[in-house]
C-alpha cells in the first residue's frame, strides 16, 4: 500500500508531496531542527564525511528541500553542487538561504524529478538524499535515475528515517513519532497532515537490510548501511 499525505486526494503521491512540502516549506527548517534537536544537523555532517576521501567536484544533492544537504557538502569543497526538488515552495527558501549565504556560484538549486532526472548519465562524481528516498512515488525507479547520472565508482550517500529494535529505544521512538511529533508539527506548520505522514511513511518504508537488498537489485555495489543514534536513522553508502 502508498503511503500519501493526503488520504481523501486523488492526486499521484509525487503530486501530494510536492503540495505537502509546499505548504510546510515556510515553516520546515524551524520544525525539521526543532522536532529532532538539531541532531539532524550532526547526522548530515556525518554522511558528508564519508565523501571526504573521494572528494567529489560534480555532485547532486537529490530531495534537497531547503538546501541543508547542499551547503554541509561545501565541506567537500567541490566546484558545483546542484539541488533538485519537486517542491518549489522548499526551493524558494532554500534559494533564499543561499543568496543571503553568497553561495550562488557554488550551488544551483532548480526544479526537478528524482524519478526522471534532467542529466546526462555518468555527470556526477557523488549523490547525496536527505530524508528524501521514502517521498518517491516509484522507490526502484528513482534509485535507478540516480544511478544512472553517477560517473562510474562514483559514491551514493542516502540519510534515513529507520525503525529501532532496541528497548526502549524502540517504545520511546515509537511514542514520540507517533503522538508528540504529529501534534506538534500541526501546530506550527497548520497542516494537519504533513506529520502525521512522516512517521505513516518511515514505517512504511523498507530501512536497513531491505534497502541494500534493494540497492543490490538495481546494481549499486558494494551497499552498507551505518545506523545512527540506536537506529533511528541510517546512512546507506554505496557506489557504482
Known amino acids: 500500500m502508498t503511503v500519501i499525505p493526503y488520504k481523501e486526494n486523488t492526486n499521484s503521491k509525487k503530486e501530494q508531496v510536492a503540495t505537502m512540502f509546499n505548504n510546510i516549506s515556510n515553516k520546515y527548517d524551524f520544525l525539521n531542527h526543532f522536532l529532532s534537536l538539531g541532531i539532524d544537523i550532526l547526522w548530515r555532517k556525518k554522511a558528508i564525511r564519508l565523501l571526504k576521501k573521494s572528494q567529489p567536484k560534480q555532485l547532486l544533492d537529490i530531495a534537497t528541500g531547503t538546501g541543508d544537504f547542499a551547503i554541509a557538502a561545501l565541506k567537500l569543497k567541490p566546484t558545483k553542487i546542484i539541488?533538485?526538488?519537486?517542491?518549489?515552495?522548499?526551493?524558494?527558501?532554500?534559494?533564499?538561504?543561499i543568496k543571503a549565504k553568497?553561495?550562488?556560484n557554488v550551488i544551483e538549486l532548480k526544479l526537478g524529478d528524482s524519478e526522471n532526472l534532467a542529466f546526462n548519465d555518468s555527470t556526477f562524481d557523488a549523490y547525496t538524499v536527505g530524508f528524501g528516498v521514502r517521498n518517491f512515488e516509484n522507490l526502484e525507479k528513482g534509485l535507478s535515475e540516480m544511478l544512472r547520472v553517477l560517473k562510474p565508482n562514483g559514491t551514493a550517500i542516502i540519510l534515513e528515517f529507520s525503525k529501532p529494535k532496541v528497548f526502549p529505544i524502540k517504545q520511546l521512538y515509537n511514542f514520540y513519532f507517533n503522538n508528540m511529533l504529529p501534534s506538534i508539527g500541526k501546530l506550527v506548520s497548520k497542516d494537519n497532515n504533513a506529520y502525521t505522514y512522516l512517521p505513516e511513511s518511515v514505517s512504511a518504508f523498507p530501512d536497513?537490510?531491505?534497502?541494500?537488498?534493494?540497492?543490490?537489485?538495481?546494481?549499486?555495489?558494494?551497499p552498507i548501511a551505518i545506523p545512527l543514534m540506536f537506529g533511528i536513522a541510517s546512512i546507506y553508502k554505496a557506489t557504482k
Open 83 to 97: 539541488g533538485i526538488d519537486i517542491s518549489e515552495g522548499m526551493l524558494k527558501v532554500g534559494q533564499e538561504k
Open 102 to 104: 553568497g553561495l550562488q
Open 208 to 222: 536497513g537490510e531491505k534497502f541494500i537488498s534493494i540497492l543490490t537489485k538495481i546494481g549499486y555495489k558494494n
